[in-house]
């Protein structure tokens, strides 16, 4: 497939108000891409290694910890690179590249926390079918379609954007997305952005439709339940509703950004809001479930121990 777009290389303009501090900028995201890097890998390293956190719920949050990792590694090296270049260019395939990258990330992470909140509702409603209905080959599935389904929904829908014509090079952001290589098409985009609003109802409705379902039947057991039940609920969904809330965070953030003028906001506030949701839940998720959930926090202190060494829960 090719289309006949005029530039070969995009300008994302934001960079060259980074130039007076762009070694401080570059470090900044240097130490911020090893936050990702080792709260990611610590996280996947202990549910690798313990034999007693193979289950689905630690499964599913090693999934969601290498797409931090994933996110993590499509923005923050190449925007380092280019912060660093003279041009602040990149190419137009490259620009095209991270585009579908970054968006299949942001989609597999939405995913991966309905599924996560299904395993949730299954936990907590049916307590002593969960080992028959949570079986290995439905969590194979679940995270089959956590990853497939997010890459190829996305491929269909972005053939519509590699088909048009790019006449326009300047990118208002420190990264390339969806939305604004449209904005920089000379074509007739009105059929694309109508078919990119439609995709973004018609690819969240599972996911949303699976959170709503788990939390309202969760919601509705806690108002029959115990305290002592409720309690334990409550613990158990904490850091779930913790990811979600901040990964909801950066969608507002980035929703605000793509569609209304935030050009009186700080030049810091602005960076802060971009970059949100590709950086702060590879950082925050790790942090949110190694404190809060006791196994995770016992192997973590045992990994920085003295000792160094991972000793299984009994």
Known sequence: MTNSSIVS?????????????????????????????FANTTLIFIIITDKALHKPMYVFL??????????????????????????????????????YFLHTYAIIEFTILSVMSYDRYVAICYPLQYHSIMT???????????????????????????????????????YCSNYSLVKLSC???????????????????????????????ILKICFTATKKSKIKALKTCTPHLFAILNYSVGCFFEIVQSRFDTSYLPFETQIVMSIYFLIFPP?????????????????????????????PLK
């Open 9 to 37: 290389s995009v300008m994302l303009e934001a960079l060259y108000r980074m130039d007076d501090l762009k070694y401080l900028y570059f470090m900044i995201f240097f130490v911020l891409y090893m936050f990702v890097l």
């Open 62 to 99: 090693c999934n969601l910890a290498v797409n931090g990792i994933y996110g993590g590694t499509v923005l923050l090296p190449s925007l380092m690179v280019t912060l660093m270049s003279p041009s602040h260019e990149v190419s137009l395939a490259c620009c095209k590249a991270q585009t």
């Open 136 to 174: 290995i080959t439905r969590v194979y599935k679940l995270i089959a379609f956590s990853w497939g389904y997010p890459l190829v929904a996305f491929a269909l829908f972005f053939i519509l954007t590699l088909r048009l014509t790019i006449c326009r090079n300047i990118i208002r952001r420190v």
């Open 187 to 217: 074509d007739d985009t009105n059929v694309v952005s109508a078919i990119g609003l439609l995709f973004v109802v018609v690819y969240s409705f599972p996911q949303l439709a699976m959170t709503l379902y788990s939390y309202g039947h």
């Open 283 to 311: 950082i925050l998720n790790p942090a949110i479930y190694g404190l809060s959930v006791q196994a995770l926090r016992a192997n973590i202190c045992r990994l920085f121990s003295s000792k160094n060494k991972l000793l």
